[in-house]
């Protein structure tokens, strides 16, 4: 039996839960979210609560009955408060700015890498070098982030490149004469 899977995703008043045809929507501050359910589970909707209930008891239904309590809890969370993550860039010379809905990062190479920025995500710049990455929706948040971050990942010699703010960077001992 899931431990996840049983426990009810509470919401407030201000997230508007709609349930038809295999497709959840849940409308709230932040913004819109839908979410298609699987056959193997059920969504049953309370005045304050979401109930997940497994249909069958294969091994498949118990996998997506915690699974997609989970990802319903993540929408809830994404519509009232939203997500955010916070990356930093390391090095000499390494900057970005944005300017509408264009990232542009220099990152030492011989060219400025321009990144496109999603409608529903929101990206600000304290400084040249910290930027707070926010949405509502916690996939497409934490994909976007690791474009960013792909584009120069952290080096283990001097820790140049684009980090999380809470990533602990394993740090290598240079050449010896």
Known sequence: MSRIGQSPVYFQENVEVNFENKLLRLKGPKGLL????????????????????????????KANWGTTRALINNMVIGVTTGFTKNLEIVGVGYRGAVSGKKLTLNLGLSHSVDIEIPDDIEVKMDGNTKLAISSANKQKLGQFCSVIRSKRPPEPFKGKGIRYVDEYIIRKEGKKK
Request: no cysteine; net charge negative; glycine share 4%.
């Open 34 to 61: 839908e979410m298609e359910v699987s056959n193997s589970v059920d969504v049953k909707i309370n005045d304050k609560n979401i109930l997940v209930e497994n249909k069958d008891n294969s091994l498949k239904g």
